[in-house]
């Protein structure tokens, strides 16, 4: 009997065990539904997660840039000193660039006015072309066919006594890329005033940063009398050049050039964060775009085109107008439709309060 009683105390004791388990265990299944209870709705989550940063109310692009420029600048004696540090070396730079090297400028800050300082004080014996690798889009080719028609120029002025004269040639904007670049590996001149600098600010800008357009620019800096001067800010420009094309066609000489100064041209055609656009940032741009150009450029009027300007002697051929439209159309600030009479006309995307204010900044 004993034996029983002792299988029957155990079997009490098992059931009393499970049931303290199961007590538990509603009581975990409770305490998780009653914090459920307190988190908020699902579609209160989503009505949460829904909110945009297009939502907010952002301050014009126009405002806020106008407050960057009040802001003062600091430390501009050291900066001063710096920059008359770098013009004591214009000297070895021309003396590179002669020695067929190509000069890198990199560095924290705008190196705009510091390259185009060097163009004007040091490179005076050169032609100088310059290129803004900053901009959204840039008509490479035309670049190219500058540099040939100056070479032509100049040729032909040297063999004035041979029948040969420019109609004769094909034009040089029909030509393929490759077919000039074939004429100016042909132009060889004991004369230095010959050379040509092709100055580029950013050449790892934007519009530049493809491989054809910098295997382009590589063969160009190969011709004999064309020499490159250029700067870069992006941290992986240097991943835009194989070997070949760093030793052997653009042959860089690198420079730190840090100048510290604001990036104020170079970022106009960057939209700033939390800042809204609209026709004022197309009127900056305009504006920028208007002002970086050859004072021809400028005062080029659209409604009568080829015909006045030849009349105010603004332009001396149908290539030099194109030259100029290209850079308009490149930008969007001149756009091109068919007339009913089937020809192009040109007119500019700009709305009359925009255009106004264009003109009141360039007067």
Same mark, same amino acid.
């Given at each position: &009997?004993?034996?029983?009683?002792?299988?029957?105390?155990?079997?009490?004791?098992?059931?009393?065990?499970?049931?303290?388990?199961d007590e538990?265990?509603?009581?975990?299944?409770?305490?998780? =539904?009653?914090?459920?209870?307190?988190?908020?709705?699902?579609?209160?989550? @989503?009505?949460?997660?829904?909110?945009?940063?297009?939502?907010?109310?952002?301050?014009?692009?126009?405002?806020l840039?106008?407050?960057?420029?009040?802001?003062?600048?600091?430390?501009?004696?050291?900066?001063?000193?710096?920059?008359?540090?770098?013009?004591?070396?214009?000297?070895? +730079?021309?003396?590179?660039?002669r $020695?067929?090297?190509?000069?890198?400028m990199?560095?924290?800050?705008?190196?705009? &006015?510091?390259?185009?300082?060097?163009a004007?004080t040091?490179l005076t014996d050169?032609?100088?072309?310059?290129?803004?690798?900053?901009?959204?889009?840039?008509?490479l080719?035309?670049v190219? %066919?500058?540099?040939?028609?100056?070479? +032509?120029?100049?040729?032909?002025?040297?063999?004035?006594?041979?029948? !040969?004269?420019r109609?004769?040639?094909?034009?040089?904007?029909?030509?393929s890329?490759d077919?000039?670049?074939s =004429?100016?590996?042909?132009?060889?001149s004991?004369?230095?005033?010959?050379? %040509? $600098?092709?100055l580029?600010?950013?050449?790892?800008?934007?519009?530049?940063?493809?491989?054809?357009?910098?295997?382009?620019?590589?063969?160009v800096s $190969?011709?004999?009398?064309?020499?490159?001067?250029?700067?870069?800010?992006?941290?992986?420009?240097?991943?835009? #050049?194989?070997?070949?094309m760093?030793?052997?066609?653009?042959k860089?000489? #690198?420079?730190? %050039?840090?100048?510290?100064?604001?990036?104020? %041209?170079?970022?106009?055609?960057?939209?700033?964060?939390?800042?809204?656009?609209?026709?004022?940032?197309?009127?900056?741009? !305009?504006?920028?775009?208007?002002?970086?150009?050859?004072?021809?450029?400028?005062? &080029?009027?659209?409604?009568?085109?080829?015909t006045?300007?030849?009349?105010?002697?603004?332009?001396?051929?149908?290539?030099?107008?194109?030259?100029?439209?290209?850079?308009?159309?490149?930008?969007?600030?001149?756009?091109? @439709?068919?007339?009913?009479?089937?020809?192009? $006309?040109?007119?500019?995307?700009?709305?009359?309060?925009?255009?106004?204010?264009?003109l009141?900044?360039?007067?």
């Open positions: &009997m004993a034996p029983r009683g002792g299988h029957a105390a155990a079997a009490v004791g098992v059931s009393s065990g499970s049931e303290d388990d538990e265990e509603a009581g975990f299944s409770r305490s998780y =539904f009653l914090a459920k209870e307190k988190e908020p709705s699902s579609g209160k989550k @989503r009505a949460r997660a829904a909110g945009k940063l297009s939502d907010l109310n952002l301050v014009d692009e126009q405002v840039r106008a407050s960057l420029a009040e802001i003062p600048p600091k430390h501009e004696r050291e900066v001063e000193a710096l920059t008359r540090s770098y013009k004591d070396q214009y000297r070895n +730079w021309l003396f590179e660039l $020695c067929g090297f190509g000069l890198l990199y560095g924290f800050g705008s190196k705009k &006015m510091l390259l185009e300082d060097f004007s040091t050169f032609t100088v072309i310059v290129v803004n690798g900053y901009l959204p889009s840039i008509n080719k035309q190219i %066919v500058t540099i040939a028609e100056i070479f +032509w120029e100049q040729t032909k002025h040297k063999r004035k006594r041979q029948t !040969a004269t109609s004769q040639l094909q034009p040089f904007a029909s030509q890329i077919d000039i670049i =004429f100016l590996n042909n132009q060889t004991d004369n230095g005033d010959d050379n %040509v $600098c092709l580029i600010h950013n050449i790892d800008g934007p519009a530049l940063r493809d491989a054809e357009s910098q295997q382009y620019l590589a063969q $190969c011709c004999p009398q064309v020499h490159v001067v250029a700067s870069v800010d992006h941290v992986n420009a240097p991943l835009l #050049w194989d070997k070949k760093v030793h052997t066609q653009f860089w000489s #690198w420079y730190h %050039v840090p100048t510290f100064a604001p990036y104020k %041209v170079e970022g106009v055609f960057y939209p700033l964060i939390l800042a809204s656009g609209g026709h004022a940032q197309t009127t900056k741009t !305009a504006l920028v775009v208007l002002q970086s150009l050859t004072p021809n450029a400028q005062s &080029m009027h659209f409604s009568s085109l080829y006045k300007c030849r009349e105010r002697f603004l332009v001396s051929s149908q290539v030099t107008l194109n030259s100029h439209l290209t850079e308009f159309k490149d930008h969007d600030l001149v756009k091109i @439709r068919k007339h009913s009479d089937g020809q192009d $006309c040109l007119h500019i995307p700009l709305v009359s309060d925009a255009l106004e204010k264009l009141q900044e360039l007067a």
